[in-house]
């Protein structure tokens, strides 16, 4: 539990890391943590969640043809986080990172954020409006020419990149947690169910490396 202090001078270090990697490394940060509402960040099931979670990421950021250069585990009264200087376009970055939050079993708890490397956010709303901020390399065509492959799925994209949702509902998360259509008592049962499922495959995962081992 923390007070409203705390929380702030947790949630800015955290920021200023971010800032520090961006500018040490001049490439974009993926920062995840866990959403978890009310004041105990801290929730059993969490640790093993954000290890899983960031597995995930790091996967996607490979497939996405990208490469970790620096990262690091971050814990404290905000609850488990992890950030990582990452060597790839910041939009390329965030697709990958709402391709985690959308598709991953845990997703909906995923938290993951992208700064450039200049330390302004790249959000959502970014990759839905299209990537007309996205530099474009010699002979390479624009993201959203009309023959660009990527033009072709920007329909689906676009519903993809949609506000994320609620934890009870189909509704937007920010909408549900505006009018306050849910009792925290509901979110976090929510919210424990996933981090159980995040703790049963942890320890299945341990016993399966120990009945690897000669």
Same mark, same amino acid.
């Given at each position: ?5 705390? #929380? ?6 955290? *920021?200023?890391? @971010? ?14 943590? #866990?959403?978890?509402?009310?004041? %105990? ?19 996607? &950021? ?6 970790? $250069? ?11 986080? *992890? ?7 910041? #939009?390329?970055?965030?697709? +990958?990172? $709402?391709?985690?939050?959308? %598709?991953? &079993?845990?997703?909906? =708890?995923?938290?993951?954020? &992208? ?6 956010? &790249?959000?959502? +709303?970014?990759?839905? +409006? ?23 799925? @920007? ?8 506000? @994320?949702?609620?934890?009870? /509902?189909?509704?937007?998360?920010? #909408? /549900?947690?505006?009018?306050? @259509?849910? %009792? ?5 049962? +929510? ?5 159980? =499922? ?13 009945? /690897?081992?000669?």
């Amino acid at each position: 539990m923390m007070d409203l202090c705390q #929380l702030l001078a947790e949630r800015e270090r955290r *920021w200023n890391k @971010r800032l520090s990697l961006a500018g040490m490394y001049n490439c974009p940060v993926l920062s995840l943590t #866990l959403n978890i509402p009310g004041p %105990s960040k801290n929730l059993p099931g969490a640790d093993a969640a954000l290890s899983q979670l960031r597995t995930a990421l790091c996967c996607a &950021v490979d497939k996405a043809g990208g490469s970790l $250069v620096d990262e690091c585990r971050l814990s404290g009264p905000d609850g488990p986080g *992890w950030v990582a200087a990452v060597r790839m376009d910041a #939009l390329d970055l965030k697709r +990958a990172a $709402v391709a985690v939050e959308e %598709s991953h &079993v845990l997703g909906r =708890l995923a938290d993951a954020d &992208v700064m450039d490397a200049q330390g302004q956010p &790249v959000n959502r +709303a970014h990759l839905a +409006a299209g990537d007309g901020t996205r530099e474009i390399l010699p002979g390479k065509e624009r993201p959203d020419s009309p023959d660009s492959p990527d033009s072709q799925g @920007r329909g689906s994209d676009q519903a993809a990149y949609a506000p @994320r949702r609620c934890f009870l /509902c189909s509704q937007p998360a920010s #909408l /549900c947690r505006r009018e306050q @259509r849910h %009792s925290l008592e509901d979110l976090l049962a +929510a919210v424990r169910g996933l981090l159980r =499922l995040a703790e049963r495959a942890s320890e299945q995962s341990a016993k399966q490396g120990r009945a /690897c081992r000669p």
